[in-house]
């Protein structure tokens, strides 16, 4: 886990000119599964055959920030943390403080490499973005999830969600 501490960050104002873009899908069919360490939904981009080929429609992309310039980095997973307690259940901490949540976005660079599984441990590989999570009001984005949980309570169950 990494403790990201305040008063060690260093400010790179060359990010705010090239910000983080987020190309994402809405429609698509999901898995939701419990692995047994936490809950994962692998988004799955429509394949659509082309007579030539079958490509991936609806690919939801990564690119700009401190990403290289032309990388563009699928979303594989989508990873959920959280705790039995209501103040401890992210991996990764602020100034020491854990939260009742974090989602990881987990992308592979679909330019260098054929598969997540070659990306993985691979250099420019993978990129994840993680966010902490509060407990407030209900997250409209993150119901269809949160109705899956019933279904997926034990070890090695998933759920297949249809999109839009």
Not at 2 to 15: E, K, Q, Y
Not at 45 to 71: H, T, W
Not at 151 to 159: A, E, S
């Amino acid at each position: 886990p990494i403790d990201l501490i305040s008063n060690d960050a260093v400010f790179d104002p060359t990010l705010s000119e090239k910000p983080l873009k987020f190309n994402y899908s809405t429609s698509r069919e999901t898995e939701v599964l419990n692995n047994g360490y936490t809950l994962v939904v692998f988004p799955r981009p429509k394949q659509v055959d082309s007579g030539l080929r079958i490509e991936s429609i609806g690919r939801s992309v990564l690119s700009g920030g401190p990403l290289r310039d032309a990388a563009e980095y699928d979303l594989s997973e989508i990873r959920f943390h959280w705790g039995k307690d209501c103040d401890r259940g992210s991996e990764h901490l602020v100034n020491h403080k854990a939260f009742p949540m974090e989602i990881q976005l987990v992308h592979w660079n679909s330019r260098l490499y054929n598969s997540i599984e070659e990306a993985v441990g691979s250099r420019q590989g993978i990129a994840i973005v993680a966010m902490f999570g509060q407990i407030g009001r209900e997250h409209n984005g993150l119901r269809i999830v949160a109705d899956a949980l019933e279904d997926v309570l034990y070890k090695g169950r998933q759920k297949t969600l249809s999109g839009p």
